[in-house]
Nanobody, 120 residues
């Protein structure tokens, strides 16, 4: 099977930066879209950013100009560079990926999440 693991979260001051990683391992034929979601206590999960197989990226209005998604296909890893962090960015961040384990088997996978806390 396939496993997604997020890493890179932590505590950072407002205005600081973090880079999150989402690494896929296991039986991987190909990786399609990869999305980043976040969820804060008492709030609904929201889509933050994502990247398609074409390399096209998309961002929530709240993070445009501050966050950047990139991918390293050789490493089966997607990154979320977060700059100019604000307290409202505090949340658990999850990656979600569409992964083809074989030509005829495609599944949607979630990572376990990584905590990002922005506070002075």
């Amino acid at each position: 099977q396939v496993q997604l693991v997020e890493s890179g979260g932590g505590l950072v001051q407002p205005g600081g930066s973090l880079r999150l990683s989402c690494a896929a391992s296991g039986r991987i034929f190909s990786i399609n879209h990869v999305d980043w979601y976040r969820q804060a206590p008492g709030k609904q999960r929201e889509l933050v950013a994502g990247i398609l197989t074409s390399g096209n990226t998309y961002y929530a209005d709240s993070v445009k100009g501050r966050f950047t998604v990139s991918r390293d296909n050789a490493k089966n890893t997607v990154y979320l560079q977060m700059n100019s962090l604000k307290p409202e960015d505090t949340a658990v961040y999850y990656c979600n990926a569409g992964v083809s384990e074989t030509r005829n088997l495609v599944n949607n996978y979630w990572g376990q999440g990584t905590q990002v806390t922005v506070s002075s």
